[in-house]
């Protein structure tokens, strides 16, 4: 059964360890991330992006597949489905296809306007039963065609958005999505620390988590970083290793081109990576 992500998040501030968000692309994704929570014992969450919802016929359908995938593998973990970046309209089909967490990112409103909209969201889905995070500062990079710099969130700003009942806040702290370039700056502590000091023992949550060394990593969870976002990283495993496959000709070799077994090595990256996120994040042991 999907639960929303607030209690976990919670577990976690108080645990000082962070809880992996990690984005379905499609079924081996779903199987993949699914399993390796269940064989560390920890708690994960899957997040859907409104291009990823689509790719998959829709957020019914994802959700319909997460369900009976629980309930095939036995996933007794506890798991949110949840709605990644999220549009205003995206929220209610989200809200209306059975997820059980939402992202509303208003980041790209005035803030009296994302004020707003926050604010009737979190009252239809802490009505619904579901948890809700918001965003503020643009994350950098580029996710879904929405394209930001990495800028830092303005602290006054956070506690604006915090204080409408949002139950954990995506803040800019100089992270992007996808590959970090090679001038890439750092995470700001400085940032993270005045944002922390505002909204208290709200759990925050860390875009982007693919590429930012595992020391700031550990430091942004000891400054109260709860969830923390991959996608890039099994991304680039799972090409990587079916690459290699098709370039060893073992897909010539028998039954090799059947997808089964051509993705398998691709899951198997992706595999990896999940595990290795989920230690390094320090929730293996705590479901």
């Not at 059975?98 to 889905?125: C, Q, R, W």
């Not at 976002?229 to 073992?250: D, H, S, W």
Request: glycine residues 12%; aromatic residues 6%.
């Amino acid at each position: 059964m999907l639960v929303p992500a607030t209690e976990m998040l919670q577990k976690a501030v108080e645990g000082h360890y962070a809880v992996g968000a990690f984005n379905l692309n499609n079924l081996e994704w779903t199987k993949t991330i699914l399993s390796t929570a269940q064989e560390l014992n920890s708690p994960v969450i899957l997040g859907v992006s409104e291009g990823a919802g689509k790719y998959m016929t829709g957020f019914k359908t994802v959700k319909a597949m997460v369900s009976a995938m629980m309930e095939a593998m036995n996933i007794t973990v506890p798991v949110a489905l949840h709605l990644d970046h999220g549009t205003y309209d995206a929220c209610y089909e989200c809200i209306k296809a059975g997820f059980s967490s939402i992202m509303f990112d208003g980041s790209h409103y005035p803030i009296e306007e994302n004020l707003a909209k926050t604010t009737e969201l979190v009252k239809i889905a802490h009505a619904m039963g579901l948890s809700i995070e918001a965003e503020v500062g643009a994350i950098g990079g580029e996710e879904d065609g929405v394209i930001g710099m990495g800028e830092c969130a303005d602290p006054d700003e956070c506690k604006m958005i915090s204080d409408l009942g949002i139950d954990f806040l995506a803040a800019g702290i100089g992270n992007i999505h996808g590959k970090y370039p090679a001038n890439w700056q750092g995470l700001s502590f400085d940032t993270l620390a005045a944002i922390k000091a505002k909204i208290g023992d709200k759990p925050l949550v860390l875009h982007g988590g693919t590429g930012i060394p595992a020391d700031q990593i550990r430091k942004a969870i000891d400054l109260g970083v709860a969830k923390i976002n991959v996608n890039t990283e099994c991304q680039l495993y799972f090409a990587e290793a079916t690459r290699k496959y098709i370039e060893e000709g073992k897909d010539l070799q028998g039954k090799g081109y059947d997808p089964r077994k051509l993705l398998a090595p691709g899951v198997e990256g992706i595999h990896t990576i999940v595990a290795e996120k989920i230690r390094l994040f320090g929730s293996d042991g705590k479901a």
